[in-house]
């Protein structure tokens, strides 16, 4: 038996797609079934699809959903599993899902901020072709937001922070969409000279947690997404009478110093009260989210030693310094320094610091760098010497 996976272009390029196919190939491992990744749906003509096989689609978008389901649904009945945030079926299409719990997850963000007293909250960065903000606009307007509220990004966050900084005034606390829409909004912030209130963001990245300050996020199991899918595929291939299950994972509320460290105490859910564009990229194409992705996959793909490399080159060491402190060759250094430049698709020294101090060392006292819980106190940077 075997499994397709085909997933949107834009989200295979994120550290939330590595963790999810994470889950599936974990799963891989202890059951038998192999996994055929497509580029494109056609390709699945390529291949002779049985009554056992499914098909996986990791998705953001509705438009591009319908049209990877519509073209594939002669292959394989109900046997079609969609991962990602859409209230199922999107105009009656046939699949089950694997979900965060939006409605949930968006409730527990306002009452933390209701509980330390922040009333007034807006949404910011919804990016209008995404399933996933438009379900947590919708949950907003359900907890007691305001459609003046919810400030739209339209792929481009610095105009969503100019619609939305004659009004930053009107408020306590900021959800943003996601971890990048919060960095975006916090260095913008500092441009034009203001305090920060509030702000927690609906998506987890290792980009929040070297970012200073540390972002207060929903911290999702991105990996279990791709095991529950796994069981959602055991569950199809033996009941065949099955038309559709819904799987919704509730995320966790990771403490940053956005919101000054507070601890989330968990309230029962109460309720206060009850523009179309085609493209399925909108998110991907700010130059912005780019560059924040492209740290993002740095963070995520280097190992430990890479990432205290990454620290020494932040520092200012050459690398014949960096060498010293971990008994390799020059040319060793060398080497693993390319390969980081690479990932964030530069060709220097000067591009990558150019790049990486923009989110990761950003005003930052006495340069210290913090990645995760640790961190190193650096001399202050030195002209480029290699």
Known sequence: MSLFIICQPSYSTSSWYSQIMSGILSEKRSKRFSVIILDQIDDI?????????????????????????????????NRIIVIGNFEPPVNG????????????????LLSYFH??????????????????????????????????????????????????YSSFN?????????????????MHLKEHGLTPPFIASCGESHLAKAFTPTITNLKSNYTEFGRKAISLYKELRYDNSVSLIKISLVSE???????????????TKRIIKNSTQNTDDLFYSDTEITE???????LTECDETSLAILKYIICGLTYQEISER?????????????????LCGVTSKKEFLCLVLKYINNAIPEQRIAFGNSSAHCARLQPERN
């Not at 959903?65 to 519509?70: A, C």
């Not at 046939?94 to 527990?108: A, E, L, P, R």
């Not at 009107?170 to 916090?186: G, K, P, R, T």
């Not at 060793?332 to 980081?340: F, S």
Request: some cysteine; glycine content about 4%; overall charge negative.
């Open 45 to 77: 003509r390529n291949f002779e699809v049985g009554d056992d096989d499914a098909l996986i689609i990791i998705s953001s978008s509705d438009t591009w959903l319908e049209s990877i389901i519509d073209a594939s649904e002669s292959f394989f009945s």
């Open 93 to 108: 299409r046939n699949y089950s899902i694997v979900s965060s719990d939006i409605v949930s997850d968006t409730f527990n």
């Open 115 to 164: 509980s330390y007293k922040k009333e007034k909250i807006a949404l910011y960065g919804v990016n209008p072709s995404s399933a996933s903000d438009t379900a947590r606009k919708k949950s907003f307007l359900q907890f007691g937001g305001l459609d003046n509220d919810v400030y739209i990004n339209h792929a481009n966050l610095k105009n969503c922070f100019l619609n939305f």
């Open 170 to 186: 009107d408020y306590d606390a900021i959800l943003c969409a996601n971890d990048y829409c919060a960095i975006s909004l916090m």
């Open 253 to 267: 509320i990771s403490i940053g110093e956005t919101t000054n460290g507070l601890p989330f105490i968990p309230r």
């Open 292 to 298: 924040m992705l492209l740290v993002e996959k740095l």
């Open 326 to 342: 971990f008994y390799m060759s020059v040319n060793g250094i060398k080497y693993i320094a390319k390969k980081m430049f690479d």
